[in-house]
């Protein structure tokens, strides 16, 4: 049984863009940068989470 509780699950990692997803035709918000704003994110999380559940795997 894990020492971590329910209801402070780790972060999930966002998906990356598919392959076909980006147009290249240089879109003002491209899904390039919002999957870059969405991992920064996601490792501020996970590093909060981290400093919360020391023992965590």
């Known amino acids: ?3 971590v ?3 402070d699950p780790r972060p999930s990692e ?3 863009p598919g392959p076909n997803e ?3 035709s240089g879109c003002p918000i491209c ?3 919002l999957y870059a704003d ?3 994110d996601y490792r501020e999380k ?3 989470w981290k400093a919360r ?3 965590a795997a």
Request: aromatic share 0%; glycine share 4%.
């Open 1 to 3: 049984m894990s020492d």
């Open 5 to 7: 509780p329910d209801d």
């Open 14 to 16: 966002p998906m990356p």
């Open 22 to 24: 980006c147009c290249e």
């Open 31 to 33: 899904v390039l940068d």
């Open 38 to 40: 969405e991992l920064r």
């Open 46 to 48: 996970l590093a909060a």
């Open 53 to 55: 559940h020391p023992g």
